[in-house]
């Protein structure tokens, strides 16, 4: 399995509230997405980095905003949470070898709640 | 319309079944993931491919660039493949970004 993991795992927080969720890989892996899932919508991209410092935008961007200042971590961050950002939130790391049209590997995700 | 789409949304198979599960796609790509996804969340790769068919253990993708679609089979279907089968597609140049199908349940029942 790819080295990725996701912090925390489950949180619980009020509308208003900054959120930061954290991904963290150890595969050296260029390329890092967060994917938000919804019942009803599948799985949508929020932001994708293609290496350190370089960020852009997904499909659902909008309330959202990313960083990665080492090739390690990417954080994806909730400015002010609001219930409509209550979801299930995935990492996914692919190699970069073919321009980012790799195998992604997921991580095992953030159930988030906004009350 | 969305991008991707699957067929069928729910599926029930007994034990032992052979099953298929349908993709077809509206744009241009570079290429096709089939993933799946167990209760409890975790989401693995079984197979991403551009032509023809591939193969891993009782599991068989295909697709037709031609015809933008793909089908992901399993042969001799046990309860333990009871999961959620996600295709998603590399739009041409997209650096990889996924656009997901919204996935098929399937239950295989003993």
């Known amino acids: 399995d790819a080295g990725i993991t996701q912090s925390p795992r489950h949180k619980v927080t009020e509308t208003g509230t900054p959120v930061t969720l954290r991904c963290h890989q150890t595969e050296n892996h260029r390329y890092m997405y967060w994917y938000r899932q919804d019942p009803g919508h599948g799985l949508r991209l929020i932001h994708y980095?293609?290496?350190?410092?370089?960020?852009d935008k997904g499909e659902v961007s909008d309330g959202y905003s990313v960083s990665r200042s080492k090739t390690e971590d990417f954080l994806l961050t909730l400015e002010s949470a609001t219930s409509s950002q209550t979801s299930v939130y995935f990492c996914a790391i692919s190699p970069g070898t073919s321009g980012g049209e790799d195998t992604q590997y997921f991580g095992p995700g953030t159930r988030l709640t906004v009350l | 319309k969305n991008e991707v789409e699957q067929s069928p949304q729910n599926l029930t198979a007994q034990e032992g079944e052979f099953i298929t599960i349908n993709c077809s796609y509206s744009?241009?790509?570079?290429?096709l993931h089939w993933l799946q996804q167990h209760p409890g969340g975790g989401i693995v790769s079984l197979f991403m491919?551009?032509?023809g068919k591939k193969k891993h253990g009782r599991l068989i993708a295909t697709i037709n660039i031609q015809e933008k679609h793909s089908s992901l089979h399993i042969t001799a279907s046990h309860p333990r493949d009871s999961a959620v089968y996600i295709c998603a597609v590399t739009a041409g140049g997209s650096q990889g970004n996924l656009i997901f199908g919204k996935g098929t349940k399937l239950s295989v029942k003993p």
């Open positions: 491919l551009s032509s």
């Open positions: 744009v241009g790509i570079s290429a």
């Open positions: 980095s293609y290496g350190v410092k370089d960020t």
